[in-house]
Structure formats: C-alpha cells, structure tokens
C-alpha cells in the first residue's frame, strides 16, 4: 500500500523564524510531489509542485524533494501568522494509472 | 474563472434522508474527485471518475453513488443520509489522474 506521512503536529514557530514540514513516502518510484495550504475550514489550496531532486524556491516558500531518502519538505521562511494553516502532502506513485495520495497533514501555528 | 463549484455549501440532513451533492469544473479537466474530510482522518477519496463515461471506487464508497453527467459535472449521491456521514465534502478536478487537483469549496453536510 502506498503512504504518504506528514506529524500531524501542532507546528508552533515564532513570528519570524523558519517553519519546517516534512513529509515521507513509501512508493520508491513516485514521480510527483505536491504541497497544499488548507486553511481552517476552507478547501486544500495548491501551493508547491516538485518533480526533481533539489530545491524549488518561491518566494518565501522552498520545497525540497530527496527521492533517495524518500522524503520531501517544506520550508517557509519569515513566518507570518498568515501562515497558520494545515499543510498536505500529496505524492504521485510512479506507476501508471496511480493518482493523487494524500498525508494526513501538518498543522502549523505561527505565533505572533 | 470559477475552477471547481460546489453546492450546496451546507446541508442539514435527517436520518434516512437522500441528496445529490453537484459538482462542476471549467477548467476542461479530464478526471473528477469526491473526497470527505472528517477530524483527524485527513482526505479520503470516496469515488473518482478518471474520464467522461468512467467512475471507479475509491477507498471509503460505501453508502455513496455517482455520475459523471458530462465532462464537466460530477455528482455525489447519499441514498439514505447515516449520522456517519456527517462530514465535509470536496469535490476536486484534474487534468488526467496523475496530475495535481483542484478543489471546489467544499460542501458541510451534517446528518441528524
């Protein structure tokens, strides 16, 4: 069975400082890796997208994506109370056919 | 541009009751999603439409009906509404399976 993993949290970060989410899958051939911001009582939004080993920077957001360890996270720089929200995981296993798989999510607090 | 519309937003049911949840995308996507969403359980997908003319199960479908009306609309049925059920409900789009979804609103349905 394909997982995705993510510590449900709370994530409490100050104001200011660098929120880490981290999140590992167990299908080795996964090819897609998605971050969704999923605000409270509102629909999971769209955030990040990687496909390749690295980093992937925008704005104050980095995703990285380790496909050997097989895990992926999320960085979020400057953290504004603004960002409090539940952040998801979503992988694309590698075999044909598969679809989007989803991580309980982490919630993150960011303390003024 | 309306991405993924849901209605109704909210819906108080009685016990044994049924409703038809509706779903629409505009943005010419090729496969359809119902997820729900509960406490502490995270996303999990009731059934799923991968093209026009096709809908499979997915992990939590007991209970739920579908049709994919059209390449546009896909719709979520409770036959007879269970406490159970009482959960909140997305709706999401995407253009082929292994592709990242959008999400609709999300509808709150409540069964009494």
Same mark, same amino acid.
């Given at each position: 069975q394909k997982e995705v993993e993510q510590n449900s949290g709370p994530l409490s970060v100050p104001e200011g400082a660098i929120a880490s989410l981290n999140c590992t899958y167990s299908d080795r051939v996964s090819q897609s890796f998605f971050w969704y911001r999923q605000y409270s009582g509102k629909s999971? #939004?769209?955030?990040m997208s990687i496909y390749s080993n690295g980093d992937k #920077?925008?704005?104050r957001f980095t995703a990285q994506l380790n496909k050997a360890s097989q895990y992926v996270s999320l960085l979020i720089r400057d953290s504004q109370p603004s960002d409090s929200a539940t952040y998801l995981c979503a992988v694309i296993p590698g075999d044909a056919g598969?679809?989007?798989t989803f991580g309980g999510g982490t919630r993150l607090m960011v303390k003024p | 541009n309306a991405g993924v519309t849901q209605t109704?937003?909210?819906q108080v049911?009685?016990?044994g009751q049924s409703m038809t949840l509706q779903c629409a995308q505009d943005m010419n996507h090729n496969s359809m999603y119902w997820y729900r969403q509960d406490p502490g359980m995270g996303l999990r997908l009731i059934y799923y439409s991968a093209s026009e003319?096709?809908?499979d199960k997915g992990e939590v479908p007991n209970g739920y009906n579908v049709s994919r009306l059209n390449k546009r609309e896909f719709s979520l049925r409770?036959?007879?509404a269970a406490p159970s059920q009482t959960s909140v409900y997305f709706c999401a789009s995407s253009v082929r399976t292994d592709t990242e979804a959008f999400f609709g609103q999300g509808t709150r349905l409540t069964v009494v």
């Open positions: 999971p #939004e769209l955030i #920077e925008d704005g598969n679809m989007l | 109704p937003k909210f049911l009685k016990t003319g096709t809908t409770l036959e007879s």
